[in-house]
């Protein structure tokens, strides 16, 4: 495994104290991870996601979706249905395993919808800045400028 040092962005960013934890669980989650069920993220519009997974046998019922501080869980569970109790497969190709799939979201990213049709659930989520995190323009005050205070040099002035 690749050690990254992440001193010099530390140097010019403020509270991203979490940064390096991320980076750490990431490249920990490799193919050692879950891979069940599959699943698309695709980026829409500049604030607007959507997380497309492959429930393909799982009710509406059977599907849990949990969103809490930064991580969004859906898990699905089912239990053996009695119509097929006294099957015997020869092959069983289609999963229908419990799973229990983490997605770490960034701040202000907020799940809008979820949508199940064809085997496919789909998440809406949108980020939503609220108002005092948004970029604002700062005034300088100046001596000139009524609303401003000066503030005055106390130092004694060199001769020239």
């Known amino acids: 495994m690749n050690a990254y040092d992440l001193s010099p962005l530390f140097r010019s960013t403020v509270g991203f104290d979490h940064l390096s934890q991320l980076i750490d669980s990431a490249f920990k989650m490799d193919e050692r991870g879950p891979s069940y069920p599959p699943y698309n993220i695709a980026k829409l519009s500049e604030d607007d996601y959507e997380i497309t997974m492959a429930v393909a046998g799982f009710k509406q019922s059977e599907l849990v979706i949990t969103a809490q501080q930064n991580t969004l869980t ?25 799973f229990e799939r983490k997605f770490s979201l960034a701040d202000h990213v ?11 659930l789909t998440l809406k989520l949108v980020r939503e800045i609220p108002e005092a995190s948004k970029p604002r323009t700062i005034t300088i005050n100046t001596a000139n400028n009524s609303n401003g205070k000066l503030i005055e040099d106390k130092a004694p002035k060199k001769a020239a």
């Open 74 to 98: 859906v898990s699905g569970s089912t239990a053996e249905k009695a119509e097929e109790a006294g099957k015997a497969y020869l092959h069983r190709g289609i999963g229908t395993r419990s």
């Open 110 to 120: 907020k799940v809008v919808d979820a949508h199940l049709a064809d085997g496919l």
